[in-house]
């Protein structure tokens, strides 16, 4: 005996939520791409099987800080450099260097948070 399973979930719970002219517009472009014609359905779809993507940049926002700091070390040694009228050679090829290094290193850093995201 062959039994029709019933498809039809009890729901007995609402959600309501308001949307702002220009988000209704963009939620209703996206609806007419899914072509469907139940709203419910296509929101459920969206909310129950889709990824959420949280996007956690505290790393990076200490990271952007501490090169402003290494940028600001870099302008004083360019105002004593321009007062004196006299720059070391070593320190200006130890300085390309250690800016090589920083660079590699924020390189680094941005493409390991890319690939976490």
Do not use: C, P, W
């Not at 009890?10 to 899914?34: G, H, P, T």
């Not at 956690?56 to 004593?80: F, P, S």
């Amino acid at each position: 005996m062959v039994t029709k399973l019933n498809r039809q979930l009890k729901r007995d719970n609402r959600l309501f939520f308001d949307l702002s002219d220009d988000e209704l517009a963009q939620f209703q472009d996206r609806f007419a791409l899914y072509r469907s014609t139940n709203r419910s359905q296509f929101i459920r779809e969206l909310v129950l099987n889709n990824y959420i993507i949280v996007n956690d940049d505290t790393h990076l926002r200490a990271l952007v800080y501490e090169v402003n700091k290494i940028g600001t070390n870099i302008n004083q040694l360019a105002r004593l450099a321009q007062q004196s009228k006299h720059v070391n050679e070593g320190d200006i090829d130890a300085l390309k260097k250690d800016m090589a290094v920083i660079k590699k290193e924020l390189f680094q850093t941005l493409l390991n948070h890319n690939r976490q995201r």
